[in-house]
């Protein structure tokens, strides 16, 4: 791939430290395929940053990943409150240069360890090191930890992780975009502990984001899950890893392994759709005891990616009602189900439902220890702006327990036809962690031993993030 124009990475100060100037611009690199230096203005990421600030075009919220202004083509992904940029006037493939994004950030903090402001500034000059060796010229050369080791030599300036800002429990599981997926840990790669020492360990995240629609009476309607299984290695010597997943595993459409199994599937298989594997991963015993045999290479990767649109049983139920009370009032009534253990909390929870746009007031009524607010994408009355700002501390949900929120809404005019219509759908984000849906099981992680003493520390996590959950009125 070739690209022509600019990389820089911009600071969203909303998020990492609220008390700066917001957008300032913290690393930035220029490639050329031509002598014409004047392609892409200097200018370019305070008309990124005032664009992506005040994005209000079509309808949206919040600005799309690519976009174009003054014939500049505009490529961001947001990762950990940090925006990594990419402009140029050639026309380049989007999906292309957006993962590009996401693997330049992947590295950068396999090197950095942790991935904030504060790092980037202390290893400015590590991360320039890092482009000019993954970017070439407008040529992308490799986005391989392992492989840059051979190129890089300056030594990362490691932060404290203890100085991040609190994300919550579960707060490096984020993802979308506000968050990068799955990060397993917040150490460097290729930097020795303090003291000089370096512990043995491996890190196993198993992410799924949901994707389902309810029905205006509580029926699925469509159910989908993306997942992934993610390894971060810090292991000497690489040593060969056997990963081994469920028994009853099976992948194919509509019930039928790929392996054409003769054996009829039992009604607790777990059955994916479709699946890809890292380049590292031998499959050689796979089809008869579902273990995954490699040689983790340094740095972050995933080690499958899967898909399944089998039924399975969401974690949570939302039902919505909206009434009409009157000629000028009307009555919400929103209800949210864990259909998860008791033992498991969810954190991050938001719950969203768009009003319609000539409410004037909304009061509300919740339960005690109410887990969040309803809000609003068309209006920003000051009730609503109380509700969310007392409310905001209170976002977790026990498994097993039962929510429910009334909001009494006062219009500023009548009106002329179905209140439904105009308002929602409602859509819920969530963050469940030791939770996957799909039922999908490290039975065990092994590691080949090179002496009798040798026993590296072994961690294997499961989350469940949403991605779209939607129940229509």
């Not at 990124?48 to 976009?67: C, H, I, L, M, N």
Request: aromatic residues 10%; glycine residues 6%.
């Amino acid at each position: 791939m070739l690209i022509s124009g600019t990389f820089f990475v911009d600071a969203d100060r909303g998020e990492v430290k609220k008390e700066t100037a917001d957008g300032k611009m913290l690393i930035s690199a220029t490639f050329f395929v031509d002598a014409d230096r004047g392609e892409v203005k200097k200018e370019t990421a305070e008309i990124f940053f005032r664009k992506v600030k005040f994005w209000k075009e079509d309808g949206q919220e919040e600005a799309p990943p690519v976009f174009n202004v003054d014939g500049v083509n505009y490529f961001h992904v947001k990762v950990v409150g940090l925006l990594f940029v990419a402009t140029t006037r050639v026309n380049v493939s989007p999906s292309l240069v957006l993962e590009l994004l996401q693997r330049i950030a992947r590295v950068i903090k396999d090197y950095v360890g942790v991935l904030n402001e504060d790092s980037l500034r202390r290893n400015f000059v590590l991360v320039y090191e890092l482009l000019d060796e993954v970017i070439d010229f407008g040529y992308v050369q490799t986005t391989s930890t392992e492989v840059l080791k051979s190129y890089i030599f300056n030594e990362p300036i490691i932060v404290d992780a203890s100085h991040l800002s609190p994300l919550g429990p579960a707060g490096l599981f984020m993802q979308g975009t506000k968050r990068m997926p799955g990060t397993a840990v917040t150490k460097s790669v290729v930097a020795n502990d303090p003291g000089g020492r370096k512990r043995e360990e491996i890190f196993v995240d198993i992410i799924e984001k949901i994707s389902i629609t309810f029905s205006s009476s509580g029926y699925i309607l469509t159910s989908e899950i993306d997942g992934t299984i993610q390894m971060k290695s810090y292991l000497t010597g690489n040593p060969e890893i056997r990963l081994a997943l469920n028994d009853d595993l099976n992948i194919g459409r509509g019930g039928r392994s790929v392996y054409d199994y003769s054996s009829s599937l039992g009604s607790g298989s777990v059955i994916l759709d479709d699946c890809n594997f890292h380049e590292s991963v031998r499959l050689d015993s796979f089809e008869v005891d579902k273990t995954l045999t490699l040689v983790p290479p340094d740095g972050e990767f995933p080690v499958m990616n899967y898909r399944m649109t089998q039924e399975f049983k969401p974690p949570f139920r939302v039902n919505a009602l909206i009434e009409e009370a009157g000629a000028l009032k009307a009555e919400v009534i929103l209800k949210v189900y864990a259909e998860f253990p008791s033992s498991i909390t969810a954190n991050s929870i938001v719950v969203q439902m768009p009003l319609p746009k000539y409410t004037m007031r909304a009061s509300f009524e919740l339960e005690p220890g109410a887990w969040e607010t309803l809000s609003s994408y068309y209006i920003y009355c000051a009730s609503l702006e109380k509700m969310s700002t007392d409310t905001c501390h209170e976002k977790q949900i026990v498994g097993g327990s039962e929510h429910t929120l009334r909001a009494r809404l006062t219009f500023s005019q009548e009106s002329h036809g179905n209140i439904t219509k105009e308002s929602g759908p409602v859509s819920m984000t969530f963050t469940i962690p030791m939770y996957n849906a799909s039922k999908l099981q490290v039975k065990y992680l092994q590691i080949a031993k090179k002496s009798g003493t040798y026993n590296p520390y072994r961690w294997v996590r499961y989350v469940t993030l949403s991605n779209s959950y939607v129940a229509r009125l």
